[in-house]
């Protein structure tokens, strides 16, 4: 089960971009890297998730490095709602393929 | 197009009493699992479920609580006599297939369950 690293807290002016760094260095070859955000006390939402490429949604980018250690999430026009805990999540604990959530990050949007 | 339905959305309980929250998976998804996330803490994932099948309860306390996703209907989390300790709020989420084939699973809005 492939640990993550994020940073507890970052802060972010509106309309800029928010880059949330994820580290990931026991990651295996067939393991996802999720990306989940939980605004308040709401249920986790989805934001975005990737094996070997980046990917891009309507909500955000996800860039994984090449060696797959490591990944950033972009909220490419953060606002006030973009405030929220932001969880990397690495797919693992074999076969009963569990989402298991760490301390995550929260990111502060400031106007 | 709706998603994840947890109902009730807050629920109150006597010590002593039982708690049963449901969950309605996104239409399709036959997996289901349960987290509970205590005030000020993280979400700890509680139990994963199949169609009829409990796949993974490494999460579950013990004794109390119990959980099942019958053919038909919601999935059920159960917590027999509760007590203050399990006043928390408690999230489902589903997905399609499982996640080793890297699909995604949403959330409900929550159970939030206190016990007085």
């Known amino acids: 089960d492939a640990k993550t690293t994020q940073p507890p807290s970052m802060d972010c002016a509106e309309g800029r971009a928010a880059n949330l760094p994820c580290n990931h260095s026991?990651?295996?070859?067939?393991?996802?890297v999720y990306w989940y955000r939980q605004i308040h006390s709401q249920g986790p939402q989805y934001i975005i998730h990737g094996l070997k490429n980046n990917e891009t949604n309507e909500m955000a980018s996800l860039i994984i490095t090449e060696d797959r250690k490591s990944s950033t999430l972009i909220l490419p026009h953060a606002t006030l709602r973009d405030t929220a805990v932001y969880y990397c999540?690495?797919?693992?604990?074999?076969?009963?393929?569990?989402?298991?959530f760490g301390t995550g990050t929260l990111l502060a949007v400031q106007p | 197009n709706a998603g994840v339905m947890q109902n009730p959305r807050h629920l109150v309980r006597r010590r002593g009493q039982e708690a049963r929250l449901r969950c309605s998976p996104v239409k399709g998804h036959s997996h289901v699992y349960w987290y509970r996330q205590l005030p000020e803490e993280g979400l700890k994932f509680m139990v994963y479920l199949q169609k009829e099948n409990i796949i993974d309860e490494s999460g579950m306390p013990k004794e109390r609580f119990s959980a099942e996703f019958p053919k038909e209907g919601p999935s059920i989390l159960r917590i027999q006599q509760v007590v203050r300790g399990d006043s928390a709020a408690y999230f489902c989420a589903s997905s399609f297939t499982s996640l080793s084939a890297g699909t995604e699973a949403f959330f409900g809005q929550g159970t939030r369950l206190t016990v007085v």
């Open positions: 026991t990651i295996s070859g067939n393991e996802y």
């Open positions: 999540i690495v797919r693992g604990d074999g076969a009963t393929n569990k989402l298991i």
